[in-house]
């Protein structure tokens, strides 16, 4: 769904800008579609969570 990957890829967006765009070993991060295919899933299902949870503006989504 492109609406859930362009929330995921957001979200990995603001990750990096909180992070210096470094991971977790201080590397820096790849950008979103070079991640493995694993770690693109569990953002998009992080997304899916707070989407359907509620914590997502859903009057902002037409933005994302």
Do not use: C
Not at 2 to 12: G, I, P, R, S
Not at 30 to 58: C, I, Q, S
């Amino acid at each position: 769904d492109e609406k859930l990957n362009k929330l995921a890829k957001f979200a990995y967006q603001v990750y990096g800008e909180t992070t210096d765009f470094k991971n977790f070993l201080g590397n820096q991060m790849p950008d979103f579609d070079e991640l493995p295919e694993l770690t693109r899933t569990a953002w998009r299902n992080t997304a899916m969570a707070l989407y359907t949870k509620g914590h997502v503006d859903k009057s902002a989504e037409a933005g994302i």
